[in-house]
């Protein structure tokens, strides 16, 4: 992939590239700053990932309408095989990087930002169902052998991609669509300025169960503060564990 994106260049000619990064599928993130400090992303892909981008692109427009502090849409654009998405910077710092408050401060704002967003209207989601899109995901990943399978063993405890999937499958009557959901709800995805939030990497946001945010919360919690920390977000959140 070209390392310099020239698209779109009126949309960015007043910007400087600052820095870049790898993105979800295969895709780049690119951040640009001018001066006065407004920074926004350029975020371009091909293939899978331009279609995660033009999916993005239709949940933060979705968000925006529900006064939700996500990323704002400032331009989606195909051109030829790559889907480009320019965004706006939610200002802050990740929710585990705040300087004072402590662990303890860091999960009273991650519960009360999540247990929000949980309670936000959720008429004409883009993804009304959640469960079934991932399913979907799993199944055209399983048959194009999209999935590193040793790494994918290894991450889940010995289960094939296919098991996984066949679990989920028998499983499926379990779940609920009930609340709007982050869908990769993790410390570093909720951005804090003072007593204000934002909440970034929406790309799987949609309606579905709520312990698919509490899983990828506990994750987070264990990998930046400790499993002894648990507890005490969902005190925050006020769920009984």
């Not at 899109?133 to 590193?148: A, E, H, S, V, W």
């Not at 999937?165 to 570093?188: A, Q």
Request: net charge negative.
């Amino acid at each position: 992939m070209n390392p310099l994106p020239s698209y779109p260049p009126s949309l960015l000619s007043e910007f400087k590239l600052v820095g870049s990064s790898a993105g979800r599928l295969g895709g780049k993130i690119f951040k640009y700053t001018r001066d006065g400090g407004t920074s926004v992303y350029l975020k371009t892909g091909t293939g899978l990932s331009a279609v995660n981008l033009e999916n993005e692109a239709k949940i933060l427009r979705w968000l925006d309408t529900k006064a939700i502090n996500s990323p704002r849409v400032i331009e989606f654009e195909k051109e030829n095989r790559y889907s480009y998405l320019l965004i706006s910077e939610i200002v802050g710092f990740p929710s585990h990087k705040l300087n004072g408050p402590g662990a303890e401060g860091a999960l009273n704002i991650f519960a009360t930002a999540l247990k929000k967003l949980h309670q936000a209207n959720i008429s004409g989601a883009i993804y009304p169902d959640v469960l079934e899109r991932d399913l979907g995901l799993i199944r055209n990943y399983i048959q194009k052998d999209l999935i590193d399978n040793q790494q994918f063993v290894e991450n889940n405890r010995g289960q094939t991609p296919k098991q996984i999937y066949e679990y989920l499958i028998s499983k499926r009557h379990l779940f609920d669509n009930t609340v709007l959901t982050h869908g990769d709800y993790c410390l570093p995805n909720l951005i804090v300025d003072g007593t204000n939030y934002g909440f970034i990497d929406m790309g799987d946001c949609g309606v579905g169960d709520i312990y698919k945010d509490f899983s990828s919360a506990e994750v987070s919690i264990e990998r930046n503060f400790g499993e002894e920390w648990i507890e005490l977000f969902y005190k925050f959140y006020g769920q009984k564990t």
